[in-house]
Nanobody, 115 residues
Framework: QVHLVESGGGLVQAGGSLSLSCTASGSIFSINVMGWYRQAPGKQRDLVATITSSGNTNTADSVKGRFKISRDNAKNTVYLQMNSLKAEDTAVYFC?????????WGQGTQVTVSS
């Protein structure tokens, strides 16, 4: 079995910063893409950023220049550094990963930005 566990969400004032992390564990043979997605109440789940095992990234325009994705392959962990947070960044943030050629989701972590 494979598990993704996120941590680092919380409440922050607008303009502040938060850092999220997500670690994969279990019977892992390979991890290709890892990424972060977010879902605000009543809205669909949207891409925030993804990163391949070789470090190639893809970042949503709405967070470009403010959020940075990174990963530590040795630790099976992906990170999201979020700076200059805005009220519209409030959402549940989900980690996702292509592990052993299957896509897995974490349980999600709430990020709330107060204006």
């Amino acid at each position: 079995q494979v598990h993704l566990v996120e941590s680092g969400g919380g409440l922050v004032q607008a303009g502040g910063s938060l850092s999220l992390s997500c670690t994969a564990s279990g019977s892992i043979f390979s991890i290709n893409v890892m990424g972060w997605y977010r879902q605000a109440p009543g809205k669909q789940r949207d891409l925030v950023a993804t990163i391949t095992s070789s470090g190639n990234t893809n970042t949503a325009d709405s967070v470009k220049g403010r959020f940075k994705i990174s990963r530590d392959n040795a630790k099976n962990t992906v990170y999201l550094q979020m700076n200059s947070l805005k009220a519209e960044d409030t959402a549940v943030y989900f980690c996702g990963a292509d592990i052993n050629r299957f896509w897995y989701w974490g349980q999600g972590t709430q990020v709330t930005v107060s204006s």
